[in-house]
Each structure stands twice: as C-alpha cells, then as structure tokens.
C-alpha cells in the first residue's frame, strides 16, 4: 500500500501537553501536504487551527481525554463547544471506572447523549484496551453500537499500552454493521498501519513523521 492510500486512514495527532502553535502549525502543514483524514488535536487549539486553515484541513479533537472520568454532562459541553469552534471529528473517552463496575447501560447512555450534543459530525469512541478484559470489550463494543457513534477507538495513546491486532480482530466480530475501527497508540510504522488497515481498521491516529515512512 503506498504512503498516500494510508495517508487517507490517518488522524494525523499531537496531543502532547507541551504542544506549542509551531507544533501544532507543522503538524497541519504536513497533513495538508498528505491529505490525511484529519488532524486530532488538544480542544484549545481547534478554533485557532479553524481559523488559520479553514476548509484546508479537517479538525478532529478529544473530549474526556485521557482519563474519561469527566462527568457527562462536562463531555457533553466539550462536544458542543468544540463543534462550535470548528472541529469535525470528536474522540471520546468512556469512563474505565464505569467499565470495571460493569456498568454498561450508563456508558450507553453516556455515548447517545454525546451523539445528540454532536449531531451531523463523527464521534469516535475511545474505550482504552489496554485495562479491559476480553468480556469488557466485548461489552463495550454493544456499549458503542448502541450509543450511536460512527467508530470503535482503542486507545488514548496515554494508557499503559496501545492497538493490539488481536482487539482489532475481536472488535470485528462484535461490533455494529454500521461502527468502524480506529486504532491508535504505538503506531509508528508503514507495516504497522497496513496490518492494523487490513485487520479492519478504517483510521489510524498515527503522530510518526512521513518522512520515517518508507514506500
């Protein structure tokens, strides 16, 4: 697969605390150049990067994020907020501790009221594989389906581990007809996105640097 077929599967990503405007700057500037899918950035940046860029580049952000432990009602304002200031794509983070207590009409009912408040754009469901059992996932995976929300995210990137091909396979499985996969976390080559690609994935958040890929 060439560099530019990826390129369109990728949320191109820096969500790093330090992230400077040049960070974020050269980051979009590379992801025009690639076309990428989108660029997933921190909430604070979208309305400058919305601004600066326009209809050049398409926003994705993250709400709940790392942690998940938000109250709903906070995600909900995020979404909106987020929306208003320009960004197409939110990435969502389910509450783990709701996860672990086994709690899944809530965090289906968490996951529609973020669908309603984002109406119109993609909500990606971030469910952080590296601290649910197989039987949690598959949990989550009805938690999403239910919900409403267009994709299945593995990771935040900021969890103990990233994507792993095994849970891509089981979200295959589990999932809804109409929910895609996005993997993310610890993606950093050519041969890593094309397996996670021709395991099911449709997105990758990938923050590697073009240049480090090799056709």
Same mark, same amino acid.
């Given at each position: 697969?060439?560099? &530019?077929?990826?390129? *369109?599967?990728?949320?191109?990503? =820096?969500?790093?605390?330090?992230?400077?405007?040049?960070?974020?700057?050269?980051?979009?500037?590379?992801?025009?150049?690639?076309? #990428?899918?989108?660029?997933?950035?921190?909430?604070?940046?979208?309305?400058? $990067?919305? =601004?600066?860029?326009?209809? @050049? +580049?398409? +926003?994705?952000?993250?709400?709940? !994020?790392?942690?998940?432990? &938000?109250?709903?009602?906070?995600?909900?304002?995020?979404?909106?907020?987020? +929306?208003?200031?320009?960004?197409?794509?939110?990435?969502?983070?389910? &509450?783990?501790?709701? $996860? @672990?207590?086994?709690?899944?009409?809530?965090?289906?009912?968490?996951?529609?009221?973020? *669908?309603?408040?984002?109406?119109?754009?993609?909500?990606?469901?971030? $469910?952080?594989?590296?601290?649910? #059992?197989?039987?949690?996932?598959? =949990?989550?995976?009805?938690? $999403? #389906?239910?919900?409403?929300?267009?994709?299945?995210?593995?990771?935040?990137? !900021?969890?103990?581990?990233?994507?792993?091909?095994?849970?891509?396979?089981?979200?295959?499985? &589990?999932?809804?007809?109409?929910?895609?996969?996005?993997?993310?976390?610890?993606? *950093?080559?050519?041969?890593?996105?094309?397996? !996670?690609?021709?395991?099911?994935? /449709?997105?990758?958040?990938?923050?590697?640097?073009?240049?480090?890929?090799? /056709?």
């Amino acid at each position: 697969m060439k560099i &530019n077929e990826i390129a *369109r599967h990728i949320d191109y990503t =820096q969500l790093k605390a330090f992230a400077t405007w040049d960070d974020i700057k050269a980051l979009c500037d590379e992801a025009i150049a690639h076309e #990428t899918a989108s660029v997933c950035i921190p909430p604070s940046y979208v309305r400058p $990067v919305h =601004q600066a860029y326009g209809d @050049k +580049i398409r +926003i994705c952000t993250v709400i709940g !994020f790392p942690l998940g432990y &938000n109250t709903t009602e906070t995600k909900v304002f995020e979404a909106r907020k987020t +929306i208003e200031e320009g960004a197409e794509e939110v990435d969502m983070v389910v &509450n783990i501790g709701d $996860v @672990k207590m086994h709690h899944w009409d809530k965090i289906t009912d968490e996951i529609a009221a973020i *669908r309603k408040a984002s109406k119109g754009k993609i909500l990606k469901v971030i $469910v952080e594989t590296c601290y649910d #059992t197989d039987e949690e996932k598959v =949990q989550l995976c009805r938690c $999403v #389906t239910e919900g409403g929300a267009d994709y299945i995210k593995t990771s935040t990137g !900021f969890g103990t581990a990233g994507a792993a091909l095994e849970d891509i396979k089981l979200f295959v499985s &589990n999932i809804g007809p109409d929910v895609k996969i996005k993997a993310a976390g610890g993606i *950093r080559t050519k041969a890593d996105m094309e397996a !996670f690609l021709d395991a099911g994935c /449709d997105r990758i958040g990938a923050s590697a640097k073009f240049d480090s890929l090799k /056709d």
